[in-house]
């Protein structure tokens, strides 16, 4: 079941509590037609976008627009055709020259990208692909993010949507959004070893629904049809949860009895959201049952009070994370609320330069599942004249442990490695007292090596 356990547990108990060197990220993918130049394009490329090695080798270029500005001789951009002796007279250039300079400044959220439950799932699948052979099951997106499941998948995690697809006995992870009940059955019935990432703050909700529905309540949950959140908490109690589309509100919804209503919510939502159906479900049933202040974690609240900050002074506000994100998509919302052009994007190659004409201020955030060096590269993109400013709205220090199974397994571990090696660990650090001092960037740095 474990790889080679003498090296490989070895590897396990120094794994780094110091930082990792980020690694030099590949070139995202060229866009645009292409078309090929006969004249040296690693040249022309210098210092402005790395191309990759295969594609200068096949001549393979992006054809992004005119590169020189007229008649001077001069490049549009001095970061490419300008410097080079062996400048050419042709249309290529690098894409950063459509947007860099365009804005005077970028406003950067704080807090934004990874959040408590996100670093738990993304250091837990780590150590899953470090311990097993592959392929590691995984049940669902670990986290909604493509960057993030494109890196694990390059390492063996094969990602399923059904617990049929997974062969018996082997590894599997259930993913930070929770899982109905009836999966996590199906998961340990048949997987050799099985680790629940689901985040706490998904699992509060989770025995909301349980005691709630143990009192004879019937619940609104607000939350996003299909999602795999909404998916598994309504699992709980499928028949005494009506799902509230947020933007639809109670549309035709008939308690059996008002006086026994509670409305929970998905994590995710926007705070907007959550109030306005809050204060229609009140109008409607004064007895409401509800949580003190909303189900919405700490995360999506903190990244979305930024956002309304940002709002107050940026011109445009862009969101880094994926569609199937839905904090992300909230962060969207928020900042169309406030009355501010915002946009979702994957990462930097998505900026489209039109959107930057007549901003001076961008603002940039990240959803809680979006690593950090795709903020980096959108900020290095836009390249502002002034510099970026950090806009804090609060400094978060949350902190998930690694789930309960995944502890037990690498603790029995290592008392094994202990008990079965000379040069062991024994007296020293466990492999768990180290987890708060690394991240998840860290682990993602680790697999991507
Ligand atoms: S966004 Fe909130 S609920 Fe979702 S994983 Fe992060 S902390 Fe947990």
């Known amino acids: 079941m474990c790889r080679d356990v003498g090296s490989q547990v070895f590897g396990l108990i120094n794994l780094p509590a110091t930082r990792v060197d980020k690694k030099k990220l590949p070139a995202g993918p060229i866009g645009h037609e292409l078309a090929p130049i006969s004249r040296n394009p690693r040249l022309l490329f210098d210092d402005c976008l790395a191309l990759p090695d295969d594609a200068i080798d096949q001549g393979r270029f992006a054809n992004v627009g005119p590169a020189d500005d007229g008649d001077d001789g001069e490049s549009a951009h001095d970061g490419t055709l300008g410097r080079n002796e062996n400048r050419l007279e042709s249309e290529y250039t690098c894409p950063a ?201 700490y995360a999506t609240t903190n990244r979305q009070e930024a956002v309304q900050q940002l709002s107050t002074s940026a011109d445009l506000v862009l969101v880094v994370g994926s569609d199937s994100s839905s904090n992300t998509r909230a962060l969207v919302r928020v900042a169309h609320e406030a009355g501010i052009p915002a946009y979702r994007i994957d990462n930097a190659d998505a900026i489209d330069p039109e959107w930057l004409i007549g901003k001076e201020i961008v603002g940039v955030t990240a959803g809680a599942s979006a690593p950090d060096h795709l903020v980096s590269e959108v900020i290095d993109r836009i390249n502002p004249r002034n510099g970026v400013e950090l806009i804090q709205v609060t400094k978060e220090g949350e902190y998930f442990p690694l789930p309960p199974q995944l502890r037990g397994f690498l603790t029995a571990l290592q008392a094994v490695v202990e008990a079965g090696f000379s040069a062991s660990n024994r007296g020293g650090r466990g492999l768990l007292e180290d987890d708060r001092s690394w991240t998840a960037t860290e682990a993602l740095d680790l697999i991507s090596e």
């Open 97 to 297: 020259s459509n947007m860099a300079d365009m804005v005077e400044r970028v406003q950067l959220a704080e807090p934004r990208g990874f959040c408590a439950g996100v670093e738990m799932a993304i250091k837990s699948l780590t150590w899953m692909v470090r311990v097993f052979e592959a392929p590691v099951y995984c049940y669902h997106e670990i986290v909604h993010n493509r960057w993030v499941v494109d890196a694990f998948e390059r390492v063996g995690v094969i990602f399923v949507n059904s617990m049929n697809e997974v062969p018996l006995g082997a590894p599997v992870m259930l993913s930070a959004h929770g899982s109905a009940p009836e999966v996590v059955a199906a998961a340990q019935a048949s997987a050799g070893v099985v680790v629940d990432a689901v985040c706490p703050l998904v699992t509060k909700v989770h025995h909301e629904v349980k005691t709630l529905t143990d009192k004879g309540f019937q619940i609104l949950y607000i939350g996003h049809g299909g999602h795999d959140e909404a998916v598994g908490t309504i699992a709980e109690a499928p028949e005494h949860i009506t799902l509230i589309e947020p933007e639809r509100g109670l549309e035709s919804f008939k308690a059996k009895d008002p006086t026994k209503v509670a409305l929970l919510a998905q994590t995710t939502l926007g705070l907007f959201e959550w109030e306005d159906v809050l204060r229609q479900s009140q109008a409607e049933f004064p007895e409401l049952k509800t949580a003190r202040k909303s189900d919405l974690c």
